[in-house]
T-cell receptor, first 112, second 113 residues
């Protein structure tokens, strides 16, 4: 079973502060994703990566940066957190050539 | 752009009722279609997929048939149980090699014992 681990599982951040969400996968998957989940919007793609040291913009990248320093790790960075970024964030991964995506348990971020 | 529409935001059923959750898609090319299920406190989990017209995907008693003519992939189960209570997401893999997966807004299913 593919394992995707997110940390922290929840966080309270101050408006204007910097937030880093971390994701680690142990299955040597090529692709990694960051999704945002909001009530009424479902899951929306923020950034993704298909190889270490490279990231791509998803559908809603504004206000977010991503970093993939290694095959296993993928971070989401909010340089200046805003109230509108309060949401649950999911990291996911998949192997190239396969279509099943494996999700982590999510990080609940509250910006106050 | 590619998109998925789930008609029902919330569904409440009694045990042993028949379930249908509607999913329609809009995409160029020939996308793969998926259903994911999310239990409380967990991330979404892959349920099943279909990749071509008239293909049926199924798992755990749930099934859906890819219909290219009506651009639909409706989820059905003949007899729901309380343990099926969860959020169900329809999704499609884009035609450029599945680099992106587009999810619907989700349907929250509550099964009353």
């Amino acid at each position: 079973e593919a394992a995707v681990t997110q940390s922290p599982r929840s966080k309270v951040a101050v408006t204007g502060g910097k937030v880093t969400l971390s994701c680690h996968q142990t299955n040597n998957h090529d692709y990694m994703y960051w999704y945002r989940q909001d009530t009424g919007h479902g899951l929306r793609l923020i950034h993704y990566s298909y190889v270490a040291d490279s990231t791509e913009k998803g559908d809603i990248p504004d206000g977010y940066k991503a970093s993939r320093p290694s095959q296993e790790n993928f971070s989401l960075i909010l340089e200046l957190a805003s109230l509108s970024q309060t949401a649950v964030y999911f990291c996911a991964s998949r192997v190239q050539g396969a279509t099943e995506v494996f999700f982590g348990k999510g990080t609940r971020l509250t910006v106050v | 752009g590619d998109s998925v529409t789930q008609t029902e935001g919330q569904v409440a059923l009694s045990e042993e009722d028949f379930l249908t959750i509607h999913c329609n898609y809009s995409a160029s090319g020939y996308p793969a279609l998926f259903w994911y299920v999310q239990y409380p406190g967990e991330g979404p989990q892959f349920l099943f997929r279909a990749s071509r017209d008239k293909e049926k995907g199924s798992s755990r008693g749930f099934e859906a048939t890819y219909n290219k003519e009506t651009t639909s992939f409706h989820l059905q189960k003949a007899s729901v149980q309380e343990s099926d209570s969860a959020v169900y997401y329809c999704a499609l893999g884009d035609h450029t090699g599945y680099q992106n997966f587009y999810f619907g807004k989700g349907t929250s299913l509550t099964v009353i014992p």
